[in-house]
């Protein structure tokens, strides 16, 4: 589900000024004095099976709820890659797939999933958010128009064909399916820090957020 209409505009606007560079309901509390989740919900915020932007060993995470066919998700992307940039090998981020936008949602997860097979899930992931307003179109999009968007950045579609319909791909889907419920997840994106909600969500809050978790580390 999208955010409020204003944080698309703002981060629309703000989106323009992070270009290149490396890259990887609320209440009102203090972003830098989240608590945690509780242990049982904090099991299920990463699989094994998550993608991961970022070292695999840096002390910071940010687990990010997100439906490729967002376009909050969207809008937010270059802020969470400047983040990462910001902090280097500080921080991570471990994408939960969060299909709350029907079949659009899940073709895209099947195409993110197979990318991640193949190796190439980083600029799959780009291309796919760069033409989001393409394929996931409240209307009718081309058939097979997100494998061709995948294609440019590196998929082998043939492959894909098969492992996008793949037992393992199906349950793995069902997995984020019963994860994302029993978190509470209720739109995207919904961000955690080092097990942290993001409460109240915000730019600068995760921005705060993420610099808190950073420094406790490095003290």
């Known amino acids: 589900m999208n955010r409020r209409g204003l944080i698309l505009s703002v981060l629309a606007l703000g989106a323009v000024g992070f270009g290149g560079g490396a890259w990887y309901v609320t209440q009102s509390k203090s972003a830098g004095a989240a608590d945690s989740v509780a242990p049982e919900i904090a099991e299920t915020l990463i699989r094994p099976y998550s993608p991961i932007l ?97 294609a440019s950045a590196g998929l082998d579609v043939e492959a894909a064909k098969t492992q996008m319909r793949a037992p393992q791909t199906t349950g793995l889907l069902n997995q984020e399916r019963a994860d994302v419920a029993a978190v509470g997840i209720q739109q995207t994106p919904t961000f955690f820090v080092n097990g942290k909600p993001l409460d109240p969500f915000g730019e600068a809050e995760l921005r705060r957020l993420v610099a808190a978790e950073v420094a406790a580390a490095q003290s």
């Open 54 to 150: 970022g070292p695999e060993d840096a002390p910071v995470t940010i687990v990010e709820f997100f439906d490729p066919a967002c376009e909050a998700c969207r809008a937010f992307h270059p802020v969470v890659k400047d983040i990462v940039a910001q902090h280097g090998d500080a921080v991570r981020v471990v994408i939960r797939y969060t299909p709350f936008h029907g079949e659009a949602s899940e073709e895209a997860i099947r195409v993110l999933e197979t990318a991640r097979m193949q190796d190439v899930f980083e600029p799959v992931m780009e291309a796919v958010l760069r033409e989001q307003p393409r394929w996931a179109a409240h209307g009718a999009p081309e058939p097979g128009l997100i494998l061709q968007i995948a």
